[in-house]
């Protein structure tokens, strides 16, 4: 089976511009979940969607959004950039039944802002 | 609360000899315990998890134990080579609605091993 891949890998945007980034979970798998990676904070959960729905969200002000589509697909977006949100930005996807279920990692996508 | 301490943050250990990176946790509702490895500039990849109904689980030169009681679980590497320098993250997931997944993880553990 292909691994979880996203898109784009790197990014570069000024303060106060938006961003979407994408998630393409393993095939069969039916939850996402984005991380937020930085050398001072380590890995943060941001939020968890399963068949479209967001069933857990982590401590992130509300310029942090996501979605997931109907092929388990998922878009993370952030408004309103600042420079504290120049991380390395994963996504893990797993089946979802259940809170056990092992989470694989997609590469991520470094986002810088200016 | 929800918090993931893990130690040491960097640990140094001569090629052959024994690692163990230790991690406590706050929730007593936490019932998977995954680890991961990180190399420079690479996803996390899973090595090995326990789940709280085990309180020990070997697959090769590591091996994972969990203590409920106090709340804590340890990551044991034997026999160690130049490829398992990486960084390691343990973590844990709490129990929330029926199967929603929220993994905390620890801080990381810099582990280099020298030849």
């Known amino acids: 089976k292909a691994g979880v891949t996203q898109t784009p890998r790197y990014l570069i945007k000024t303060r106060g511009q938006q961003v979407t980034l994408s998630c393409s979970p393993i095939?069969?798998?039916?939850?996402v979940s984005w991380y937020q990676q930085t050398p001072g904070q380590g890995l943060q959960f941001l939020f968890e969607?399963?068949?479209?729905?967001?069933?857990n969200k982590g401590n992130f002000p509300g310029r942090f959004s996501g979605r997931q589509f109907s092929n388990s697909r998922s878009e993370m977006n952030v408004s309103t950039l600042e420079l504290g949100d120049s991380a390395l930005y994963l996504c893990?996807?797993?089946?979802?039944?259940?809170?056990?279920?092992?989470?694989?990692f997609g590469p991520g996508t470094r986002l810088t802002v200016l | 609360g929800e918090n993931v301490e893990q130690h040491p943050s960097t640990l140094s250990v001569q090629e052959g000899d024994s690692a163990v990176i230790k991690c406590t946790y706050s929730?007593?509702?936490?019932?998977?315990f995954p680890w991961y490895k990180q190399e420079l500039g690479k996803r996390p990849q899973l090595i090995i998890d326990i789940r709280s109904n085990v309180g020990e689980k070997k697959d090769q030169r590591i091996a994972v134990t969990l203590n409920k009681t106090a709340k804590h679980f340890s990551l044991h590497i034997t026999e160690t080579q130049p490829e398992d320098s990486a960084v390691y993250f343990c973590a844990a997931t709490l129990r929330g609605i029926q199967g929603a997944q929220k993994l905390v993880f620890g801080q990381g553990t810099r582990l280099t091993i020298n030849p």
């Open positions: 095939s069969g798998h039916r939850s």
């Open positions: 969607y399963f068949s479209e729905t967001q069933r």
């Open positions: 893990a996807s797993s089946l979802g039944g259940s809170n056990t279920d092992t989470q694989y």
């Open positions: 929730d007593s509702a936490s019932n998977y």
